[in-house]
């Protein structure tokens, strides 16, 4: 601060912005507090992205866990809403980044937010666990909760287009080898799985966990809150999402709509009627 007491132009520069992620001037450049030639090659993608999220590095396991978790939601194909959008984007003949940003626009509470609500879910229940409440008894006042809301789906349960989630179950099974070699502890695929029982003795079937919910059993055992949960999935998906833009831009098609040129959606609204005064004598 100058002798006056004001501070100079420099020091309210740098307050301006304020940042403990990223350290950086000519020559340099550290992500929180590595310089960034020590982490290439050293720190792998879902390394860098726990470093950047968390503050520190992760375990060898712990980015590996991450990564399965990533890698398991990269693409659901053109029906899912996002994917589809992103190609006909790129028929539309806008650059990769804005059919990949439409795509990603749409990830919203119902397409890309389960994840999310999973991990709240299961959070609420690990709160009552550790309050002293047994796990079933903590299911089961949470699942009363949430149906008494009048909420149609469980998050993290079912799926429209699957009987049974196929990555669902491959990913509780890597849960729980990365449990048993005690990188985490298991206790948010002991709730996922509580919840699944819970809900299938109500309903008087089984309704599978699914992508959402498996993929948050791993977040919260990894120890990231629930608004990141969402953040992770766009990250997964934008894999998805660029090859999709990458192909469609390969293709000739030009202007493709959502559906087929033959196929009219159904109008709802008033039937012909003619314009008013048209038809009428004249006065």
Same mark, same amino acid.
């Given at each position: 601060?100058?002798?006056?007491?004001?501070?100079?132009?420099?020091?309210?520069?740098?307050?301006?912005?304020?940042?403990?992620?990223?350290?950086?001037?000519?020559?340099?450049?550290?992500?929180?507090?590595?310089?960034?030639?020590?982490?290439?090659?050293?720190?792998?993608?879902?390394?860098?992205?726990?470093?950047?999220?968390?503050?520190?590095?992760?375990?060898?396991?712990?980015?590996?866990?991450?990564?399965?978790?990533?890698?398991?939601?990269?693409?659901?194909?053109?029906?899912?809403?996002?994917?589809?959008?992103?190609?006909?984007?790129?028929?539309?003949?806008?650059?990769?980044?804005? #059919?990949?940003?439409?795509?990603?626009?749409?990830?919203?509470?119902?397409?890309?937010?389960?994840?999310?609500?999973?991990?709240?879910?299961?959070?609420?229940?690990?709160?009552?666990?550790?309050?002293?409440?047994?796990?079933?008894? #903590?299911?089961?006042?949470?699942?009363?909760?949430?149906? #008494?809301?009048?909420?149609?789906?469980?998050?993290?349960?079912?799926?429209?287009?699957?009987?049974?989630?196929?990555?669902?179950?491959?990913?509780?099974?890597?849960?729980?080898?990365?449990?048993?070699?005690?990188?985490?502890?298991?206790?948010?695929?002991?709730?996922?799985?509580?919840?699944?029982?819970?809900?299938?003795?109500?309903?008087?079937?089984?309704?599978?966990?699914?992508?959402?919910?498996?993929?948050?059993?791993?977040?919260?055992?990894?120890?990231?809150?629930?608004?990141?949960?969402?953040?992770?999935?766009?990250?997964?998906?934008?894999?998805?999402?660029?090859?999709?833009?990458?192909?469609?831009?390969?293709?000739?098609?030009?202007?493709?709509?959502?559906?087929?040129?033959?196929?009219?959606? #159904?109008?709802?609204?008033?039937?012909?009627?003619?314009?008013?005064?048209?038809?009428?004598?004249?006065?």
């Amino acid at each position: 601060m100058s002798s006056s007491g004001k501070k100079s132009g420099r020091e309210r520069g740098e307050e301006w912005w304020q940042t403990g992620i990223i350290e950086m001037s000519p020559g340099v450049i550290r992500l929180r507090g590595y310089e960034i030639q020590d982490l290439i090659g050293r720190a792998n993608f879902p390394a860098m992205i726990w470093l950047m999220l968390r503050g520190e590095l992760p375990s060898e396991d712990q980015a590996a866990l991450l990564g399965i978790a990533l890698g398991a939601a990269v693409d659901h194909g053109p029906q899912a809403p996002s994917i589809a959008i992103a190609r006909m984007a790129a028929t539309c003949g806008v650059g990769i980044n804005s #059919a990949m940003a439409s795509a990603i626009n749409v990830l919203g509470d119902v397409h890309g937010g389960a994840g999310e609500q999973a991990l709240s879910f299961y959070g609420d229940i690990a709160v009552a666990i550790d309050g002293g409440t047994v796990l079933d008894e #903590a299911v089961s006042v949470r699942v009363d909760r949430f149906f #008494a809301e009048e909420r149609r789906y469980v998050p993290g349960l079912g799926h429209r287009f699957h009987p049974v989630d196929p990555r669902a179950p491959r990913l509780l099974e890597l849960t729980r080898e990365f449990a048993g070699r005690g990188v985490i502890n298991g206790r948010f695929a002991d709730i996922a799985e509580a919840v699944e029982a819970e809900v299938a003795r109500r309903k008087g079937k089984k309704i599978p966990l699914n992508i959402d919910g498996a993929t948050a059993v791993i977040y919260g055992e990894l120890g990231f809150p629930p608004p990141l949960t969402r953040g992770l999935f766009v990250l997964s998906r934008s894999v998805g999402i660029l090859a999709h833009t990458w192909e469609q831009s390969q293709q000739s098609e030009r202007n493709k709509g959502p559906l087929p040129r033959e196929w009219l959606w #159904a109008y709802t609204g008033t039937p012909l009627r003619p314009f008013p005064g048209d038809g009428e004598a004249g006065g």
